[in-house]
Nanobody
Framework: QPQLVESGGGLVQPGGSLRLSCAASGFTLDSYGITWFRQAPGKEREGVSCISHSGSMTRYVDSVKGRFTISRDNAKNTAYLQMNSLKPEDTGIYYC??????????????????WGKGTLVTVSS
């Protein structure tokens, strides 16, 4: 059964760093585009970053540009989100999701095929 499992969340002070992982099983991740979403308390879910199936396209929401980096390791069937210079407003549950569409780097939930259950990131002093 295809599934995604996020890990790497936790409590970090402002200015700190975390590296989130998204491990896929039951399917080959390199055939899918990957998107990281997050949802802060009381707010709607938003797309944070995405990478196309080939890795040729990446996107970042304006609020994280220059601080976050998305990547993928096909040999490990895993995607990552490196988060540096974290701010309190980065707090939320982070989800990874995949789309089987090629040549797509998307924040559209409607094209996502699989979702992880999320990992909590809390940025606070």
């Amino acid at each position: 059964q295809p599934q995604l499992v996020e890990s790497g969340g936790g409590l970090v002070q402002p200015g700190g760093s975390l590296r989130l992982s998204c491990a896929a099983s039951g399917f080959t991740l390199d055939s899918y585009g990957i998107t990281w979403f997050r949802q802060a308390p009381g707010k709607e879910r938003e797309g944070v970053s995405c990478i196309s199936h080939s890795g040729s396209m990446t996107r970042y929401v304006d609020s994280v540009k220059g601080r976050f980096t998305i990547s993928r390791d096909n040999a490990k069937n895993t995607a990552y989100l490196q988060m540096n210079s974290l701010k309190p407003e980065d707090t939320g549950i982070y989800y990874c999701a995949t789309t089987r569409r090629r040549f797509v780097c998307s924040y559209d939930s409607g094209v996502m095929d699989y979702w992880g259950k999320g990992t909590l990131v809390t940025v606070s002093s």
